[in-house]
């Protein structure tokens, strides 16, 4: 301290509010000096600076602004960018100084960017960042360097969020009225964070303006939307609620029935300036439901119903408090998903008044139940994070029903179901982070316990470290290594991760899986534009998959018995990153070049095989124009390799066990001159494909041209604002999958000498996604 | 607004039609030989020995020709197979070992061997026999047969067949089928109207891990208990020429390696009915070559309605 005094040093504290809702900007980017800092999770900032310093500060989405340091507390108002976009040139917009493995999106670039039938979505808008993919084309599911869709942790203001698919996964549950802001963890974890191998999108919710209420109505093509925010009590209580439905039951088909509908609700009240409460809460539904017509002719008549239903609920209730340097935040929450499905067939005789009945029921869930508890305490040039939690998962993972009535009497009434269990973990974890000179580091541990009854399980550490060395200004080196570990998973046919698909926790069978990350990037911001290198080299271990033929109606047999373990993976590859942030055209291209692979005892004989998604190379190249502050456009071309397949190399005839006794049915034996006696197995064959190996051909080039337009009127209070886009509007054939039958017609007449001739065979190509027009409207005030 | 015009203009000009691709690619295809062999302890011999065919070829598998099969163990030889030629296209070619029973004991390893006339391409297959099920008591309990509500001359047909074995060896693997004598049953598998083959079970002792077909067919999981098997039969099945009296029911031992190929083609058939996930590998036993060479053991019984 007497140093402080004598070098003319002093401490300079201060508070980072958005100047509209005044709410604090969480980690916004202080530069003094020859030093930067952030803000820490309640927008406070604790340096010792001189007193000629001044104070650059710069928020994602926020624009720059300069303070002059004069006061020991300053309160820093910043404006966003969306509130200036009538002013056609978006000056700015230097986010947060770029920090390895992370990545930031504005809400408002996911607003004005160009999506699938014009409904905007947040991880579809993270598909064009680098090292970011889609799996499958038109799904939101992401795939992060390498890793699948369930090594993705979606926290919702600290909550995990498991269901995130509307739509059978076309588009996300998160609707972008509510977020705040979104960051992504695609590698690099500060030591806060546990639970998945490959990413974290770490979703903060909106609070609401403290000040004035706002609304926004949207309709779109898909569905519609309301979103309403205010204070409940000016600078004390605030709320903020959504809700979307979509239309295509009302717009394009009643039968079957398809809708999905989420909401959500965030209060906050401010007890004081040390003490806040916050309660979240968010469900959605997705309903498909197909009714039965009742066909048939005088004597008797069917119907055959069907349905599938996936929810997904969270809640939550957080106290956030200071205690001199000392900021707490505790969480509690509930949160859980349930997919169910079921069909129902009747037969109904009409003369003798009798009827018979099918049903089938299916449901797989889990819920958790946790509390979080996370700490941040600064002093001098060290910022210190420590916390703990503790999550109860209750894993349902199937209960497979069946009953056959008839004349109301039950002839079969079977139930098949999967234990449900138990799962806790534990989390306890250390992060500093200190500067010096140019140097950063931040070193962290987290520890890891999985909890399972009856079973001793062992200790997961998981060290963290990140080291930054600032070369020049803005220009900066940055190194790190991380250790996770996956106590979730979701069992899934196709890696897609569908609503079907079955969460399970690790039990005394299946242990969790872990990964390695290490990533090196170099990167430097220009003002307008920055850049950004980055490579990065990851190892899983301990994977595991469904396997190919297994249902995921579980049929009686434990789902632990249906799961090859074990594996191992890798992913390695570089991403070049180049962002424009200022003037009329802004916009991104993002290229990665990565290799993926998976590799199990049992499937492709035990040899390493290419991920499903090992698309080697990937570029986006993303653009919004602002050409007068009415008229905005957007455009996303986005070009890779193909999605990997397994190609087949030949076809071989099957014994067939529908055919096994002479006296059975299958072919008669008569009819070959076999002796009656004759086992006739040999003769009613099934056609198989050959692999020789798995994912061993690839999809052609994949590429598509998105565009959108915007206008937007603004009268009084009311802002207008309709939309026009099209999805590929080059109408690009891009292969969504490769259909290769084996119904191989066994009558054709001709028998041919195949001996070294060329195969002029043809795979079928199918895609999906042709040019999809999209429309909608808006109106806020 | 001139802009966007202009926008769509142009990029209506890149507009493609959907189409069929061609993903095979000029690739030479070499063939492989293919053998198929289930031997039945008591029943005569048959092999399947084949080409394999390109993706897309909709011609039949071509025959090898003049092929050289031999099956031995330390005792018997199995030789002087007879090519039989279908009567036609429907069917696939087989060689006929000279109408010898398959006898054998319990135990013994068999080794196949065939090639071509050439000796170009040749393939070796072994398996041993299983034992035959040690059967104590085979009975059908429960049975109900009764004519269908409002549809005169048919019938419904529920029961259950309890299996008593004497003893239940670890590892063993079996697999049950049966008929029901005198049904016509219309299903797309049945193609001769004398009987309905009820069954697609396939089943390991120590834990239960066939799969039933339709739902005719019931293998009750918690009653393999006690040496004791149930298999409940509760078909809804239409008889319209003559009411079925009794069952022709076989329970047969057979090797592991044709319990895990029968499982793998249901596994196989199922994902194919996902384009987006793995292919199934169906398992093979025949060295240099695809196929299946097993040995079954049968215990067959009729019984009573």
């Known amino acids: 301290m007497i140093s402080s005094f004598l070098f003319g040093q002093q401490n300079i504290k201060g508070k980072i509010i958005d100047e509209y809702s005044k709410q604090p900007l969480i980690g916004a980017n202080i530069v003094f000096g020859n030093s930067n800092t952030l803000s820490d999770s309640i927008g406070e900032f604790d340096v010792v600076a001189l007193q000629s310093d001044t104070f650059t500060i710069s928020y994602i989405g926020y624009g720059t602004k300069v303070v002059i340091n004069s006061l020991p507390y300053n309160l820093i108002e910043m404006r966003s960018n969306s509130e200036k976009i009538d002013e056609v040139t978006i000056i700015a917009s230097r986010i947060n100084k770029y920090e390895i493995g992370r990545q930031n999106v504005l809400v408002s670039e996911i607003n004005n960017s160009v999506f699938l039938l014009g409904e905007n979505d947040p991880l579809k808008m993270l598909q064009t960042l680098p090292g970011i993919k889609y799996g499958i084309e038109g799904t939101s599911g992401i ?12 926290l919702m203001d600290n909550v995990p969020v498991y269901g995130v698919n509307h739509m059978f996964g076309l588009i996300s549950t998160f609707n972008t009225s509510t977020i705040k802001e979104l960051s992504i963890y695609k590698g690099i974890f500060p030591a806060r964070y546990s639970g998945r191998l490959s990413s974290v999108l770490d979703f903060r919710m909106d609070e609401g303006s403290k000040s004035d209420y706002k609304a926004n109505i949207g309709i779109g093509i898909l569905s519609a939307k309301l979103n309403f925010n205010g204070p409940i009590i000016k600078d004390k209580w605030t709320i903020n609620t959504s809700v979307r439905r979509s239309m295509l039951d009302y717009t394009i088909a009643r039968s079957p029935k398809y809708y999905f509908i989420d909401g959500s609700l965030k209060s906050t009240f401010a007890i004081n300036r040390n003490h806040k409460l916050s309660i979240n809460l968010y469900n959605t539904k997705d309903s498909w439901v197909k009714k039965g017509r009742i066909v048939g002719d005088s004597t008797s008549t069917t119907s055959s119903s069907s349905q599938l239903n996936w929810k997904t609920k969270v809640a939550s209730l957080s106290w956030e408090n200071n205690i001199g340097k000392l900021n707490n935040l505790i969480t509690i929450f509930n949160t859980g998903y349930n997919f169910n499905t079921s069909s129902f067939d009747t037969l109904n005789l009409i003369k003798t008044k009798s009827s018979a009945s099918v049903s089938n029921n299916y449901t797989t869930e889990i819920q958790d139940k946790g509390i979080k508890l996370f700490s941040t305490y600064k002093f001098n040039k060290y910022n210190v994070s420590f916390g703990s939690s503790y999550i109860s998962h209750f894993i349902f993972p199937g209960e497979s029903s069946v009953q056959i009535r008839e004349d109301r009497q039950t002839i079969i009434d079977s139930l098949s179901n999967q234990n449900s269990y138990s799962n806790r973990e534990l989390n306890v974890f250390l992060e500093n982070e200190f500067r010096l000179d140019n140097f950063k580091l931040n070193l962290g541990i987290n520890f890891f316990k999985p909890l399972i009854s009856n079973f001793k399980t062992k200790n997961y550490l998981e060290p963290r470290f990140s080291l930054e060395y600032k070369f020049f200004t803005n220009t900066y080196l940055q190194l790190g290594y991380s250790r996770m570990n996956q106590n979730l998973h979701q069992l899934s046919n196709n890696s897609l991760g569908l609503p079907s698909d079955i969460w399970i926790a690790s039990s005394s069978r299946i242990l969790p899986a872990n990964s390695e990350n290490f990533a090196i990037s170099f990167s430097k911001d220009h003002g307008s534009y920055e850049w950004i290198v980055e490579s990065f080299f990851k190892t899983f271990d301990n994977l595991m998959e469904y396997g190919s033929g297994t249902s995921f109606l579980l049929n009686g047999v434990d789902w632990e018995d249906k799961i090859q373990t074990n594996g191992k993976g890798g992913s390695k590859g570089v991403e070049f990153y180049l962002r424009k942030k200022a003037g009329k055209l802004s916009g991104w291209v993002s290229y990665t070049v990565s290799k993926t692979h998976r590799q199990f005892d049992n499937i492709n004989k035990g040899e390493k095989f290419p991920f499903k998604f090992d698309r080697g190379h990937e570029i986006n ?113 891009n292969t969504l999958y490769v259909s290769y039958s084996a119904d191989v017609d066994l009558l054709s007449p001709s028998t041919q000498d195949i001996i070294g001739t060329k195969s002029n065979s043809k795979l079928r190509s199918i895609a999906q996604f042709p040019i999809i027009p999209s429309l909608s409207y808006n109106l806020s005030f | 607004m001139k802009n966007f015009v202009f926008i769509l203009s142009v990029s209506f000009l890149f507009y493609s039609c959907g189409k069929e691709l061609d993903l095979n690619g000029n690739e030479t295809f070499e063939p492989l030989a293919i053998m198929n062999c289930v031997m039945s302890v008591g029943e005569p011999i048959i092999v399947q020995f084949v080409q394999s065919k390109s993706p897309g070829d909709t011609g039949n598998f071509k025959i090898i020709e003049d092929a050289f099969i031999e099956i031995n163990n ?86 259950i067949i309890e299996i008593e074995f004497e003893t239940i060896e670890p590892n063993s693997f079996f697999q049950l089928e049966g008929n029901v004598v005198n049904d016509t049953y219309y299903n797309l598998f049945n193609v001769k109207k004398d009987s309905v083959y009820f069954s697609k079970c396939f089943l390991n002792f120590l834990k239960f891990e066939g799969e039933t077909f339709f739902d005719a067919f019931e293998v009750k999981e918690n009653t393999i208990r006690n040496n004791k098997l149930l298999v409940e039969l509760s078909s809804i099945i239409n008889y319209s020429k003559a009411i079925p009296d009794s069952i022709n029911f076989e329970i047969r031992s057979i090797t592991k390696n044709y319990f895990e190929y029968l499982q793998d083609l249901n596994k196989m058939e199922k994902s194919s009915q996902d384009p987006f996930g793995f292919p199934f590998i169906v398992r093979t036993n025949i060295e240099n070559g695809y196929g299946i060479f097993a040995i079954t053991n049968p215990y067959k019984i009729n019984l009573k309605i």
């Open chain 1, 621 to 733: 190249i993303v653009g919004i124009y602002n050409k007068s502050k009415k008229l905005s456009f957007s455009f996303n071309w986005s070009f890779s390799s193909g999605n990997k397949y397994s190609r087949p190399i030949g076809y071989y005839p099957s014994i067939n066990y529908t055919g096994l006794t002479n006296s059975g049915i299958g072919i008669s034996t008569d009819l070959f001159e076999l002796p009656s006696i004759g086992d006739n197995r040999q003769t009613d064959n099934n056609v198989l494909p050959i692999f020789d190996k798995i994912n061993n051909a690839s999809f052609p080039y994949y590429h598509r041209l998105d565009v959108s337009m915007r206008y937007k009127i603004k009268k009084k209070s009311l802002t207008h604002q309709f939309e026009v886009g099209a999805y590929n509007i080059y109408n690009r054939h």
């Open chain 2, 74 to 159: 330390s005792n018997i030889k199995y030789l002087d197979f007879i090519l039989k030629k279908p009567k036609d296209d429907f069917n696939i070619g087989y060689y006929l070992c000279n109408d010898d029973l398959l006898e054998s004991p319990k135990g013994e390893t068999f080794t196949i061997k065939a090639s071509n006339a050439k000796g170009s391409c040749s393939i070796v297959a072994n398996t041993t026999v299983p034992g035959k099920p040690s059967i104590k008591n085979i009975s059908l309990v429960d049975s109900k047969l009764f004519e269908y509500p409002g549809r005169k001359g048919t019938y419904n047909f529920n029961g």
């Open chain 1, 143 to 154: 795939i992060v360097r390498g890793g699948g869709p369930d090594q993705n942790l979606y």
